[in-house]
């Protein structure tokens, strides 16, 4: 026997009425709820080289991930690559990010900016960037001042030239000419030109730079091998000189460069990085770019991002700078730190320890 059910007309409606009720609900709050769910960002990162400024910038940049919410397989998956100095390699990560559907690329340096400028300038692929020297000279930014229109965007490395040049007048008033040996890269030879740029300002005007450079090594260790060739130029110019000044590329961003200034010239050395100072590589002070706030201002260009999948509306930055100080060596070379500059420095100042060997 067939089952009959009655439904009483009342109820009908009522169950109609749920219904357009629960579509209507999914109408309005349905795509607020799906935009809530957390997004899945699958990110390459491109080092230049191994080693500073890359490593410390890429940590501080994944730390800041983490903190938000990018912190688990579901929520990141990171690919890491270094270029050990050469462009090539970056063909095949190219050819991965657009196989494998990476949302981001973060560069870190001008080599490996240099080589994504090469492959993907104007492509829908977002590129992020560090630890650049000059990106405005090699064309992946238009400048500081506005927003952009490519798809790169990032931060810069350098401290600003003439900042560098008042920080040694004030800590060493006396001092007039300075030592800079560089690595024969592209952004070496930028900094050179800003350099020469400044030294014709009428402030500067007394100030004189000797330069000698070293052929530039392609290598994980080529920063090793160019500080061994700059023994010789070390050598050469510490009668010469009243001080030496870090060069801004891949030999003068490590520990090797100080450490053989510091064994080879009685002169001082004016790093380029706070670890010159604080991790005792040789320099007596510093006046740098901040490697943990250019990573952690990565990130928020990341998360901005994420959040808005325009990049050509981030603004691009430059590197927030900080300075350091080891006054047992700067008493070695009578060298008197101004107090308002021991303030600034904050925890950044070195009173007492042993020389490196």
């Given at each position: ?14 169950r ?9 609900l ?26 500073e ?26 690919q ?11 063909r095949?990560?190219?050819?991965t990010v657009q196989?494998?559907?990476y949302?981001?690329i973060f ?9 994504f ?7 829908e ?14 064309g ?20 600003d ?36 740029q ?25 920063h ?22 870090s ?16 064994a080879?010239?009685?002169k001082p ?30 990130a ?16 691009p ?22 107090a ?10 070195v ?7």
């Amino acid at each position: 026997m067939d089952t009959l059910i009655f439904t009483h007309p009342l109820v009908s409606r009522l169950r109609r009425f749920l219904l357009m009720g629960l579509l209507l609900l999914f109408t309005l709050f349905g795509p607020t709820m799906a935009a809530e769910t957390p997004p899945h960002l699958k990110l390459m990162i491109v080092d230049s080289s191994q080693g500073e400024p890359y490593q410390t910038v890429r940590e501080a940049m994944l730390a800041e991930l983490h903190k938000q919410g990018f912190d688990s397989a579901d929520r990141l998956t990171v690919q890491y690559h270094s270029l050990a100095s050469f462009s090539g390699p970056a063909r095949h990560i190219w050819e991965t990010v657009q196989r494998h559907n990476y949302d981001l690329i973060f560069v870190n340096g001008t080599v490996a900016t240099q080589a994504f400028r090469d492959l993907a300038l104007g492509t829908e692929i977002p590129i992020i960037f560090a630890a650049v020297t000059d990106p405005v000279g090699l064309g992946v930014i238009n400048d500081f001042e506005e927003r952009q229109y490519g798809n790169f965007t990032g931060v810069s490395y350098p401290v600003d030239v003439a900042h560098r040049l008042r920080f040694i007048r004030r800590v060493m008033p006396s001092a007039s000419r300075i030592g800079l040996i560089y690595a024969e890269m592209p952004q070496s030879e930028s900094y050179k030109r800003w350099l020469d740029q400044a030294l014709q300002q009428p402030e500067f005007s007394d100030l004189d730079v000797i330069y000698r450079s070293v052929p530039y090594i392609k290598s994980e260790g080529g920063h090793i091998r160019m500080a061994q060739l700059a023994r010789r130029h070390i050598e050469e110019l510490d009668p010469q000189v009243d001080l030496f000044l870090s060069p801004n590329d891949q030999m003068g961003a490590q520990v090797p460069y100080a450490q053989t200034v510091y064994a080879s010239a009685s002169k001082p050395l004016v790093g380029l990085g706070r670890k010159d100072v604080m991790d005792n590589w040789g320099a007596t002070l510093s006046v740098y770019p901040s490697l943990e706030k250019m990573g952690w201002r990565a990130a928020q260009m990341i998360i901005e991002w994420v959040d808005t999948h325009a990049i050509s509306q981030i603004e691009p930055r430059r590197a927030e700078v900080g300075v350091a100080f080891d006054l047992e060596k700067a008493a070695r070379f009578n060298i008197k730190i101004p107090a308002d500059l021991i303030a600034q420095a904050g925890d950044n100042v070195v009173v007492l320890r042993n020389s490196p060997p």
